[in-house]
């Protein structure tokens, strides 16, 4: 059994329950004789670097509800890979404290992070337990069903969707949204739930696990207005063309090396005027990018997303204080309806750096549409919508 301090941080990009697995955490480790201090690490690894905490003791109950309930990162985010002498810091920082356990927040990078450090604890013959607590909106962590995040991003798409079909109702023309995820086109895909009746928008959805074509794209899209007189396009910003090379992008890059993509609002420019292209003169075309709404909307949180990003952080804290086993929190889907899950610890290798993507069911046969299997995924995590009306 060890005994001593534990930190928690953040990592990555924020959601809209990351808070939840914080102060699941943080209400789970009140509770263990075993951990005798609870330091939040602001800014994730900068924090811990710079010895930034916050103490986690002296919160009231009622305040940490309302933090919970609140979307970003409370204690702050990050985006740092660190090299081997910046986990060497950490390492250092961590038994100058007395720290036993470490909880790390955040996606496949920062499980990365964790892994490396808990290496580094084995090698130095120090007892210590990390824990890394899944989080992403992208939904593309290994072995886990899905990903604490994800289910209310997707929420904020599907609404998005539903009413922005109903304004392209109204006025006619092409509109095409702009949805994040670089790899995976979780996230876009979930768009199709806004369809509620025939003909409903998005009449296209394009993810990066399909080569983006763009002539057929064009005839994709005159072939929906042809047939609808109007068009609604979901597209994910990380879409990419038969060498593998982005459609639009700055060419700027973050710590990680990933190209920025939708930032800026290009993809959306450059897809519109291959639709004007393509179109008689005068048509309405209007692009929108989602951008960081999507991750930090409030109000629009999925309850299960809500239950299930608590429960992964009271659960690593949990297993950390009764195993003392490193590992990465996982979600298994126990029935779709009515829905249920519970939590397994995988290895941190599982989850570290490498990413998963959209399975191939999920896709239909052309390119620019989900399947039926995988709005049976998707629609027990995001929950009910509210009903357009109609004339």
């Known amino acids: 059994m060890l005994k001593g301090k534990m930190v928690i941080g953040q990592s990555g990009g924020p959601t809209a329950v990351i808070n939840q697995s914080l102060v699941g955490a943080i209400l789970a480790a009140r509770e263990q004789a075993a951990i005798t201090g609870i330091l939040g690490a602001k800014h994730g690894l ?73 290496e580094m604890a084995k090698e130095a013959n120090y007892d ?58 979780f996230l876009t895909a979930a768009s199709a739930l806004a369809r509620q009746a025939e003909g409903d928008g998005p009449h296209l ?21 042809g047939q609808h007189g109007r068009c609604v396009v979901a597209v994910s910003e990380g879409i990419v063309d038969v060498k593998g090379n982005p459609i639009a992008t700055t060419g700027e890059k973050d710590s990680h090396g990933n190209l920025q993509l939708s930032g800026t609002g290009a993809l959306g420019d450059t897809l519109s005027a291959l639709v004007k292209e393509a179109l ?22 999925s309850d299960v997303d809500a239950k299930e990003a608590r429960d992964v952080g009271e659960f690593a804290v949990n297993h950390a204080v009764s195993s003392v086993e490193n590992g990465s929190v996982a ?38 549409d989900v399947t039926q299997a995988w709005l049976d995924y998707v629609a027990p995590l995001v929950g009910e919508l509210p009903k357009m009306g109609r004339l």
Do not use: W
Request: hydrophobic share 40%; glycine share 6%.
């Open 205 to 225: 959805i394009y993810v990066p696990e399909r080569t983006f074509d763009v002539v057929q794209f064009q005839t994709d899209v005159a072939a929906q207005v």
């Open 331 to 368: 979600i298994k889907r126990e029935s779709s309806n009515p829905y249920s899950s519970s939590y397994f610890i995988t290895p941190l290798s599982t989850v570290a750096r490498e990413a998963t993507s959209m399975k191939d069911e999920y896709i239909n046969d052309k390119g620019n």
């Open 280 to 301: 008689p003169k005068g048509t309405r075309v209007r692009a929108d990018t989602f951008g960081y709404l999507q991750r930090s909307f409030p109000t629009i949180v």
């Open 128 to 185: 210590f337990c990390t824990v890394h607590i899944p989080k992403t909106i992208d939904n593309d962590l290994r072995v886990t069903d899905h990903s604490p995040g994800f289910a209310s991003a997707a929420r904020f798409v599907a609404l998005a969707f539903m009413g922005d079909d109903r304004d392209n109702k109204a006025l006619s023309g092409v509109k095409i949204n702009v949805v994040m995820g670089r790899d995976a086109g």
């Open 46 to 118: 900068k924090g811990i670097m710079e010895e930034d905490f916050i103490d986690l003791t002296m919160q009231s109950v009622a305040q940490l509800e309302e933090v919970a309930a609140t979307p970003a990162a409370a204690l702050g985010s990050v985006r740092l890979k660190p090299g081997k002498a910046e986990c060497e810091k950490v390492f250092e920082v961590f038994k100058k404290h007395g720290v036993r356990f470490f909880f790390y927040i955040g996606g496949n990078d920062s499980a990365e992070t964790a892994h490396i450090i808990a």
